[in-house]
């Protein structure tokens, strides 16, 4: 029998996979889907804003042969609806996925959430590329400071952060530099390659109604760009800063390779949408088959242990 378990911010994942937040986690119908799944290790939340939101206008998501785009603009129940989620008794660890508009508003989420008596992880979301005329806050690496500062002045749960992709090595260092300041439980990497376009050559049109259509990018074309981001941060973040990764994952392959760049737990997005819930069962067998077939038994005999030549 392999060994998928490992312990993230007090939490025991007996499974390597996640849900990406934001794919099948949005409604209570959505998130008892994700419960009945159970080659899940843990269940992520969509990201939740103080008020709900009813998000950008449709069509917001489209499917491509290799990937998608989706321009969804944060729609969700509003906080108090995932709060009161994650504080219910769940046979799986949760992550709450926060959001804010705002600095002011990130603050005043998250201090209801150090004082209610939730006990699980919470990640902040530093990364929506879809929020008209909002910035993806953590391509500003003062303001991120700032930010994670201020939350770390009152917040002594356990706090990760969803990052966007970077794609200049000094980037990486600059974001690591600042990140290495606080007492992180783990970085989400990577959220979708934002504004990207996709475009109808028949049709001679954009895909997607907002932003023009401009929006993030996921499933497969974005692999290389979310294991490179796995692999920066892994080997510049502090070992006490856990990595997960996010994007492109289509393959028990995919999976194997976000761990061998230094990811502890790997989240699944677009392809739940093309696939269906089932395809972490076909990921864990895919996975199960690679580690035997290598003799590995447990993740720990090969995460982090990318080769360079
Ligand atoms: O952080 C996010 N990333 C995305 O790719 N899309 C959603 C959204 O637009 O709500 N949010």
Avoid: W
Wanted: overall charge negative; some cysteine.
């Amino acid at each position: 029998k392999l060994n998928f378990t490992s312990t993230l911010g007090g939490q025991t994942f007996n499974s390597p996979f996640l849900n990406a937040s934001g794919i099948h986690c949005q409604t209570a119908e959505e998130l008892a889907d994700l419960e009945g799944v159970k080659e899940l290790g843990g269940i992520v939340t969509k990201s939740a804003t103080l008020e709900a939101r009813a998000g950008n206008d449709k069509p917001r998501y489209y499917d491509l042969a290799y990937g998608s785009i989706n321009s969804m603009g944060l729609p969700n129940s509003g906080y108090n609806f995932y709060l009161d989620y994650v504080q219910k008794e769940h046979a799986k660890p949760t992550i709450l996925s926060v959001a804010g508009l705002s600095v002011a508003d990130v603050i005043k989420l998250l201090k209801e959430v150090q004082a209610s008596d939730y006990q699980g992880l919470t990640e902040l979301n530093l990364s929506c590329p879809n929020v008209i005329g909002e910035p993806q806050t953590a391509y500003d690496f003062e303001t991120t400071r700032k930010v994670l500062t201020e939350v770390f002045s009152f917040f002594t749960k356990p706090l990760g952060v969803k990052l966007p992709p970077y794609f200049d090595l000094v980037h990486f260092d600059q974001i690591a530099a600042v990140l290495n300041d606080f007492p992180l439980t783990h970085v989400n990497t990577i959220n979708s390659v934002g504004n990207g376009l996709v475009v109808d050559v028949e049709k001679e049109q954009v895909v997607t109604k907002p932003k023009g259509g401009f929006g993030g990018l996921g499933g497969a074309m974005v692999l290389p760009t979310a294991l490179a981001n796995v692999r920066a941060l892994r080997q510049r973040l502090n070992p006490s800063i856990a990595i997960l990764g996010t994007g492109g994952v289509t393959t028990g392959a995919d999976v194997f390779a976000h761990i061998l760049c230094g990811a502890q737990l790997v989240s699944v997005g677009t392809q739940v949408i093309k696939e269906g819930l089932g395809v972490y069962a076909r990921l864990e067998k895919e996975l199960s088959d690679i580690m035997e077939a290598k003799g590995y038994t447990s993740l720990e005999d090969f995460r982090g242990k990318l080769q360079v030549m």
